[in-house]
Structures are given as structure tokens and as C-alpha cells.
């Protein structure tokens, strides 16, 4: 993949303000993007990483719906786009649903994604990839429950999920 253009947004009603603070005042939270030309096949692919707030549902709301609004020229222009990271929120939650709204497919990981630090696998994945509906998941995406050398590298396990771009099928108009 070749880097070809990237940025960031935050999380709040002044998303080009750097470090400006989240919808409810509380720490700055934000989103990072790039976009990519797989050198392959000439297709270009943008990735939103994001990390929604854990404590308020309102911000993590308010943060889809601000995610949504600005992929949506992306999509609109038929670009790929996935969307990948923390969103604090399970898979049937109103969070997920507005970037599913948005015209993003969910990943289906079975399972946790977030351990406490400690292996502790309590409730479903928090962590998803989203991705645009002209493409193809390829394979049923894995949270990795490795912990190498006996430690933890993080609270969260990452997700992996294989996804072909194009040979999808849109049924939005």
C-alpha cells in the first residue's frame, strides 16, 4: 500500500480544533484516517481508526453520528472505506447501528475484545471493523487471545478480519 493522504478529527463540536474536548467536555477523543493505493491493483482505500468514549453514551453517539457525516462524501464518491477500532459498544447497540445506517457492514467477532488486562472475557466485542457495502468479507474475523510471554500487550485483544475490496453488493440506492 502506498500513504497517499491522511488527517484526523475530533470528537467534539469543533472537530478541526486539535485537542479540543469531547461533545461533553470531558477529555479529548478523536478520530485518525488515511488513504491508501494498493499498488496491486490501483484500488484506493481510506481507514478511519477510532476510539469512542467509555463512559458516556451520549459522546460515543454523538461520535458515530460525526464519523458517519464524514465518510459519507467517501462512500458517495464510491471510495472503499473501513472503519476500525474501539468503539466501546457491542455489535446490536444504537452506536453501531449508526455506522451501520452510515452504509458500513459490521465484522461479526464472536466473543470478547476487551479482557481488563487480564484475560478476563466477561461481555461481547467492544472492538469492531466496519467496512463499505461493495466489499466482501473474506474470511470470519478473530479477536487474538494471545497473551506472548505471558503478558498482556494491551486490555483489548486485536481484531483481524480479511476484507476484498469490490465484489460486494450495495442494496442502498
Known amino acids: ?10 470528537f467534539s463540536d469543533t472537530p478541526e480544533v486539535i485537542y479540543s474536548r469531547s461533545f461533553d467536555g470531558s477529555w479529548p477523543a478523536f478520530a485518525s484516517w488515511a488513504r491508501f493505493t494498493d499498488l ?29 457525516s464524514r465518510i459519507a462524501p467517501w ?4 471510495e472503499h472505506v473501513v472503519v476500525a477500532g474501539d468503539l466501546n459498544a457491542m455489535a446490536g447497540s444504537a452506536t453501531a447501528d449508526i455506522l451501520r445506517g452510515a452504509g458500513l457492514s459490521l465484522t461479526p467477532v464472536r466473543g470478547s475484545s476487551f479482557h481488563f488486562g487480564r484475560g478476563l472475557n466477561l461481555f461481547g466485542a467492544i472492538d469492531h471493523v466496519l467496512y463499505d457495502c461493495d466489499s466482501v468479507l473474506t474470511d470470519r474475523p478473530v479477536a487474538l487471545r494471545d497473551n506472548p510471554g505471558g503478558r498482556w500487550p494491551s486490555d483489548h485483544y486485536p481484531v483481524l478480519a480479511q476484507i ?5 453488493i450495495c442494496d442502498q440506492p
Do not use: I, K, Y
Not at 458516556?56 to 460525526?66: P, T, Y
Not at 462512500?75 to 464510491?78: E, I
Open 1 to 10: 500500500l502506498r500513504p497517499e493522504e491522511q488527517g484526523w478529527f475530533f
Open 40 to 68: 496491486e491493483t490501483g484500488q484506493s482505500l481510506r481507514l478511519v481508526n477510532v476510539h469512542f468514549d467509555f463512559r458516556s453514551g451520549q459522546n460515543r453517539l454523538r461520535s458515530a453520528r460525526l464519523v458517519a
Open 75 to 78: 462512500l458517495a464518491a464510491g
Open 164 to 168: 476484498r475490496l469490490g465484489g460486494g
